[in-house]
């Protein structure tokens, strides 16, 4: 079975701060994605990468950054954490093309 | 945005009740999937239909697509208590998913 792991559950930081989300899968996909997941909003993608070192922004990437070094690795990056960005994070993974995508637990991040 | 929108937004049965759920979206697309989320957990997929499919099953769901009329129906037969949850249709092109705001479904036994 594919495994997708979050780093934390739950985390609470402080506002300015700068938060590393990380997420790392083990089937080798080339796909992986950030949402975050709001009430009344559903998931909304952050940025996803379609392989080592690549980047693309999905709907709502204002105040995130992401990093992959490593095909199994992806980190979502908050630079300067606000209060809006309380929110829970999910991070997937998928093989090439229009394939189901598989889920972490999610993390779900308090700003204070 | 070619998000995809589910209707109803709240669904309650009895068990053994079959649940019905729709999706409407709005643009092109590859293929349609729904997926499910348990409380506090992460998404599973479900099932996948392509756009040129009119039909599929799997175990006790049954998923349908209408691309002229853009839309899709979930149904899952003989409900179990186990089966409340939140139910999401993505639409999937380039690559990409577009997720609707799901239907919460609940199962009284």
């Known amino acids: 079975d594919v495994k997708v792991t979050q780093s934390s559950r739950y985390l609470v930081k402080r506002t300015g701060e700068k938060v590393f989300l990380e997420c790392v899968q083990d089937?080798?996909?080339?796909?992986m994605f950030w949402y975050r997941q709001d009430p009344g909003l559903g998931l909304r993608l952050i940025y996803f990468s379609y392989d080592v070192k690549m980047k693309e922004k999905g709907d709502i990437p204002e105040g995130y950054s992401v990093s992959r070094e490593k095909k199994e690795r992806f980190s979502l990056i908050l630079e300067s954490a606000s209060t809006n960005q309380t929110s829970m994070y999910l991070c997937?993974?998928?093989?090439?093309?229009?394939?189901?995508?598989?889920f972490g637990d999610g993390t779900r991040l308090s700003i204070l | 945005s070619q998000q995809g929108e589910e209707d109803p937004q709240a669904l309650s049965i009895q068990e053994g009740e079959n649940a019905t759920m729709n999706c409407s979206y709005k643009?092109?697309?590859?293929?349609l999937q729904w997926y499910r989320q348990n409380s506090g957990r992460g998404l599973v997929h479900l099932i996948l239909i392509r756009s040129n499919e009119r039909e599929k099953h799997s175990g006790r769901l049954r998923v349908t697509l209408d691309t002229s009329k853009k839309s899709s129906s979930l149904l899952i037969t003989a409900s179990r208590a186990a089966d409340t949850a939140s139910y999401f249709c993505?639409?999937?092109?380039?690559?990409?998913?577009?997720f609707g705001k799901g239907t919460l479904l609940t199962v009284n036994p």
């Open positions: 993505a639409t999937s092109f380039n690559y990409k998913l577009t």
């Open positions: 997937a993974s998928g093989s090439q093309g229009n394939q189901p995508q598989h």
């Open positions: 643009t092109s697309i590859n293929n």
């Open positions: 089937m080798d996909h080339e796909n």
